[in-house]
């Protein structure tokens, strides 16, 4: 079955620990994004890539950092610059083209706590 | 740029009962609209979409919405509610010839017994 998996589904990790959360797709999608969802506030972009070797930042993408060096992986690092970073995490794939046809389908998420 | 707003942050309703999610957008171009569903810690699942042609639009588990230009709207609706309806209600946005979607903050659905 063609999808988006993401690993752990739990995260526990110290302050000051950087950590890196992986999202792999089967859908041969060229669009990937990273979203932080926190409670009442939606789901915020942190960094989006549509094509291999290039990614652009999004509304809050300080603290993290992320690479694209295949189609199917765009593995997020959350670092300890980041200041907050419990939180939920989703990864998203799309075909980037932008055309009507062009939907965001979501992994499972991983939630991460800083203890 | 584009935004969204749902007006509700949690919409208490009966089972059995109607409930409508409301969604009001933003934008100076055209448009397409979506509705996701997110359970408790999973990701978010793809309800229903508008793209063209008919302002209603049906999706799964039986929701339903009708696009309203004049009142830049998507509002979604369910003419009967179970349980198994609690969850977490998104209303996205995205430009036409964009690719990069606008999400609203949630509504949360919680169906009483």
């Known amino acids: 079955d063609g999808g988006i998996t993401q690993s752990p589904k739990y995260l526990f990790r110290k302050e000051g620990q950087n950590v890196t959360l992986s999202c792999e797709q089967n859908?041969?999608?060229?669009?990937m994004y990273w979203y932080r969802q926190d409670p009442g506030q939606g789901l915020r972009l942190i960094y989006y890539?549509?094509?291999?070797?290039?990614?652009q930042k999004g509304d809050i993408a300080e603290g993290y950092s992320v690479s694209r060096e295949k189609k199917e992986s765009f593995p997020l690092t959350v670092t300890s610059a980041q200041k907050n970073p419990t939180a939920f995490y989703l990864c998203?794939?799309?075909?980037?083209?932008?055309?009507?046809?062009?939907?965001?389908?979501f992994g499972p998420g991983t939630r991460l706590t800083v203890l | 740029a584009q935004s969204v707003t749902q007006l509700d942050s949690q919409v208490p309703v009966f089972e059995e009962a109607p409930v409508e999610l409301r969604c009001n957008y933003s934008s100076s171009v055209s448009v397409y609209l979506f509705w996701y569903v997110q359970y408790p810690n999973q990701g978010l699942q793809l309800l229903l979409k508008?793209?063209?042609?008919?302002?209603l639009v049906k999706g799964i588990n039986g929701f339903e919405a009708e696009f309203n230009k004049s009142q830049t709207s998507f509002h979604l609706r369910k003419p009967s509610v179970h349980i198994s309806d609690t969850a977490e209600y998104f209303c996205?946005?995205?430009?036409?010839?964009?690719?990069?979607?606008?999400f609203g903050r949630g509504t949360s659905l919680i169906v009483h017994p």
């Open positions: 890539s549509q094509i291999v070797n290039d990614f």
């Open positions: 996205a946005v995205r430009n036409r010839g964009s690719y990069i979607p606008t």
């Open positions: 859908l041969n999608h060229d669009a």
């Open positions: 998203a794939s799309s075909k980037g083209t932008g055309a009507s046809t062009d939907t965001q389908y």
């Open positions: 508008y793209l063209s042609g008919s302002t």
